[in-house]
């Protein structure tokens, strides 16, 4: 059975830092992509960050990019969201989501959400 | 980036019924379009991508359809899980990007 467990989450002081796990089972975690998507509470859908299975290539969304690194360690199954320089407006349920077979861009397992409040 | 436009934001409906959602994006996108379906406090949940391909699992009364620029998800017949919030995302290219949801209320 996949499962992906994300870990982490908390509340954070505004510019402060916070490190995201997603512990990844039941698949071969090395061969596939992974993403983190979040939500803002009470909002939509934010795709956030994109690694490919080799950790070479790796994609930001705007709002995030130059504070979020996307990490991944293919030995350990595990998937990384390193977030820097918070803002408020980061405050969301961070998912990690597994891409579908062959690199197919949609994401057909998605982790239960860890909750990140930015706020003083 | 690659905008979409999702109809209606909010769809009142009574089981049994058949209900569609619209996405509309700014540019063609093939057939490189998802549909998710999310309740209330979990997960979303893929229920069919390339557009048309249901997810397995996933019951044949929902179906999806389009390309280019716009797609549909019908639902045929509204049970009462069927009840949440329904999102569209494209992968044709990054970033990718979601519809704003239509939430699926008892009527």
Partial sequence: ?120 | AIWMTQSPSLLSASTGDRVTISCRMSQGISSYLAWYQQKPGKAPELLIYAASTLQSGVPSRFSGSGSGTDFTLTISCLQSEDFATYYCQQYYSFPRTFGQGTKVEIK
């Fill in chain 1, 1 to 120: 059975e996949v499962q992906l467990v994300e870990s982490g989450g908390g509340l954070v002081q505004p510019g402060g830092s916070l490190r995201l796990s997603c512990a990844a089972s039941g698949f071969t975690f090395s061969s596939y992509e992974m993403n983190w998507v979040r939500q803002a509470p009470g909002k939509g859908l934010e795709w956030v960050s994109y690694i490919s299975s080799s950790g070479s290539t790796i994609y930001y969304a705007d709002s995030v990019k130059g504070r979020f690194t996307i990490s991944r360690d293919n030995a350990k199954n595990s998937l990384y969201l390193q977030m820097n320089s918070l803002r408020a407006e980061d405050t969301a349920v961070y998912y990690c989501a597994r891409e579908g077979y062959d690199s197919s861009g949609y994401f057909d397992y998605w982790g239960q959400g860890t909750l990140v409040t930015v706020s003083s």
